[in-house]
């Protein structure tokens, strides 16, 4: 095929050919049990857009009836609306909004929330902008001259979090981000051509971010708009959401495999909390040799380890093996390690006269690196 560029030039070119057909926007709503919601958005949004030339795409992963309320409210909408109920929500709500993305037809595509946050209003605007400043993406502002964020954000943890995170996230990534003051917006609209789905990886909610990094857009403008508290329902974000977004975060900077070890080199340091502290118990406490304790001790620590590497960096690959496959081969994985350290440290200290701290660290740090590509690519081989 031919290159990403070329393929993107091309769309370009056929998106402004005046063809009868084309379609100007297409707004994509990714919709998690939003029933209440629906009714309002599409009222609003079709008092504030042209009925021709638009379409409203939901993408829905929604467990209550949201699906048939959208339906529903649709036949009673001047702008053509259509619903993808996905059955395999992977993503979250970036693999919703790629979704959305590709089921898209219009020139410009603006991405917003169901629940009213983003003021429908303000989509005529961010189509008008982009068009008017020659931009590929136009970002809503909470942060810009003239957007706010404090009505949305109810309570000082959401603002601390929010805050830090959109923090967090500019120094990060400072080259991609230089023009945009508000990356976990969740509202943004994107020239059509100057997309790249086949590129994008989405992983909750910081869609924008995902094709921020990925897609690098050329112009970036922004419009500031005043985040509004939810209209109906409640929010989807939660502490595991959050901990999908630290993942995100570190995948996006790093690539995936080196994220994979990053973590696993954080559970391997948090590791040497039971060990010593075993040992500890074992040895001062209770009077155990220290050869006897410190086995045990190890035990103790590869424990740990495998509950850590299990559920939370190896989670989304646990199906490709049974518990029991899986915590025999963690631990003689954890115990081996004895096999290549010892001979190593023997060689290290003996033959080329190293310091035994040194040594001692050197083979930590090599068998740390082989465990994990024994662990990465065959007992969680994806
Ligand atoms: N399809 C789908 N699948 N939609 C989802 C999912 C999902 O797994 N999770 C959430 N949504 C939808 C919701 O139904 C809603 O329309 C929209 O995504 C935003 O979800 P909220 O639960 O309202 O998110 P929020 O208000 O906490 O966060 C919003 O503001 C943040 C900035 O503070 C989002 O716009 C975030 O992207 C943004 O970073
Ligand atoms: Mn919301």
Same mark, same amino acid.
């Given at each position: 095929?031919?290159?990403?560029?070329?393929? #993107?030039?091309?769309?370009?070119?056929?998106? *402004?050919?005046?063809?009868?057909?084309?379609? &100007?926007? %297409?707004?994509?709503?990714?919709?998690?049990? +939003?029933?209440?919601?629906?009714?309002?958005?599409?009222?609003?949004?079709? #008092?504030?857009?042209?009925?021709?030339?638009?379409?409203?795409?939901?993408?829905?992963? @929604?467990?209550?009836?949201?699906?048939?309320?959208?339906?529903?409210?649709?036949?009673?909408?001047?702008?053509?609306?259509?619903?993808?109920?996905? +059955?395999?929500?992977?993503?979250?709500?970036?693999? #919703?909004?790629? +979704?959305?993305?590709? !089921?898209?037809?219009?020139?410009? =595509? /603006?991405?917003?929330?169901?629940?009213?946050?983003?003021?429908?209003?303000?989509?005529?605007?961010?189509?008008?902008?982009?068009?008017?400043?020659?931009?590929?993406?136009? /970002?809503?502002?909470?942060?810009?001259?003239?957007?706010?964020s404090r009505?949305g954000l109810d309570g000082g943890y959401r603002r601390l979090v929010s805050g830090g995170s %959109?923090?967090?996230? &500019?120094?990060?990534?400072?080259?991609?981000?230089?023009?945009?003051?508000?990356?976990? @917006?969740?509202?943004?609209?994107?020239?059509?051509?100057?997309?790249?789905?086949?590129?994008?990886?989405?992983?909750?909610? &910081?869609?924008?971010? *995902?094709?921020?990094?990925?897609?690098?857009?050329?112009? =970036?403008?922004?419009?500031?708009? !005043?985040?509004?508290?939810?209209?109906?329902?409640?929010s989807?974000s939660?502490?595991?959401?959050?901990?999908?977004?630290? &993942?995100?975060?570190?995948?996006?900077?790093?690539?995936?495999?080196? $994220?994979?070890?990053?973590?696993?080199?954080?559970?391997? /340091?948090?590791?040497?909390?039971?060990?010593?502290? %075993?040992?500890?118990?074992?040895?001062?406490? #209770?009077?155990?040799?220290?050869?006897? $304790?410190?086995? =045990?001790?190890?035990?103790?620590?590869?424990?740990?380890?495998?509950?850590?590497?299990?559920?939370?960096?190896?989670?989304?690959?646990?199906?490709?093996?049974?518990?029991?496959?899986?915590?025999?081969?963690?631990?003689?994985?954890?115990?081996?390690?004895?096999?290549?350290?010892?001979?190593?440290?023997?060689?290290?200290? @003996?033959?080329?006269?190293?310091?035994?701290?040194?040594?001692?660290?050197?083979?930590?740090?090599?068998?740390?690196?082989?465990?994990?590509?024994?662990?990465?690519?065959?007992?969680?081989?994806?």
């Amino acid at each position: 095929p031919a290159p990403a560029s070329v393929r #993107a030039a091309l769309r370009g070119t056929i998106g *402004e050919l005046p063809v009868a057909t084309a379609l &100007k926007q %297409t707004i994509v709503v990714p919709t998690y049990n +939003e029933r209440d919601n629906i009714g309002t958005l599409l009222e609003r949004l079709a #008092a504030a857009l042209p009925h021709d030339g638009t379409e409203v795409v939901f993408v829905d992963d @929604s467990t209550d009836d949201t699906p048939d309320v959208i339906r529903a409210a649709a036949a009673d909408c001047p702008i053509p609306v259509t619903v993808v109920h996905r +059955e395999h929500a992977t993503g979250g709500l970036g693999g #919703a909004v790629v +979704e959305g993305l590709r !089921a898209a037809r219009g020139e410009w =595509i /603006v991405v917003m929330d169901a629940d009213l946050q983003h003021p429908p209003e303000v989509v005529p605007a961010l189509v008008a902008a982009g068009r008017r400043d020659g931009a590929d993406l136009v /970002v809503g502002s909470r942060y810009a001259g003239g957007g706010s964020s404090r009505a949305g954000l109810d309570g000082g943890y959401r603002r601390l979090v929010s805050g830090g995170s %959109t923090l967090v996230t &500019k120094v990060i990534f400072r080259n991609n981000l230089i023009q945009v003051s508000d990356p976990m @917006s969740g509202l943004f609209a994107i020239r059509a051509s100057s997309l790249e789905t086949e590129e994008l990886r989405p992983l909750g909610y &910081k869609i924008l971010l *995902e094709l921020i990094v990925r897609n690098r857009p050329g112009r =970036i403008v922004e419009v500031p708009y !005043a985040f509004q508290p939810r209209h109906a329902g409640e929010s989807k974000s939660s502490l595991a959401e959050g901990v999908r977004f630290l &993942k995100h975060l570190a995948i996006l900077r790093f690539g995936a495999k080196r $994220a994979r070890m990053l973590v696993f080199a954080l559970i391997g /340091v948090s590791g040497l909390l039971p060990n010593q502290g %075993t040992l500890w118990f074992l040895h001062e406490v #209770a009077n155990v040799h220290y050869l006897p $304790a410190a086995i =045990i001790a190890n035990l103790v620590a590869v424990g740990w380890n495998f509950a850590l590497t299990d559920t939370l960096l190896y989670r989304d690959r646990r199906q490709h093996r049974r518990f029991t496959g899986r915590i025999t081969r963690f631990f003689v994985l954890g115990h081996a390690d004895l096999l290549l350290r010892l001979p190593l440290l023997a060689l290290l200290v @003996s033959g080329l006269h190293v310091g035994v701290l040194i040594a001692n660290l050197i083979t930590l740090l090599v068998s740390f690196v082989v465990r994990f590509l024994i662990l990465d690519g065959v007992i969680y081989r994806a």
